[in-house]
């Protein structure tokens, strides 16, 4: 079971640090600037607020089942 769950988290981490967030009129905008500092932070500052939705929900699934699990084996 731990070994499923560390291939899972693995897999959702890879996938997250390779995306791409920018919607198509942020990047036009961000790349006509001067340097491509400003467009990579805030892409990084898109990805962050777009995973904490699920690293919460995430955690709130754990301890719910978890929670479920103790309570089956009383």
């Known amino acids: 079971m ?3 769950f560390f291939i899972v988290l693995l897999f959702f981490c890879d ?3 390779k995306a791409s967030a920018q919607c198509a009129m942020c990047r036009a905008v961000l790349e006509t ?3 491509q500092s400003a467009a990579q932070g ?3 500052g898109i990805v962050y607020l777009m ?3 699920y690293v919460l ?3 709130l699934g ?3 089942f978890r929670k ?3 309570l089956k084996k009383e």
């Open 2 to 4: 731990k070994t499923r």
């Open 15 to 17: 996938c997250f640090f």
């Open 33 to 35: 600037a001067d340097g």
């Open 42 to 44: 805030i892409n990084d």
């Open 51 to 53: 995973a904490i939705p």
């Open 57 to 59: 929900v995430a955690g």
């Open 62 to 64: 754990y301890f719910i």
């Open 68 to 70: 479920y699990r103790t």
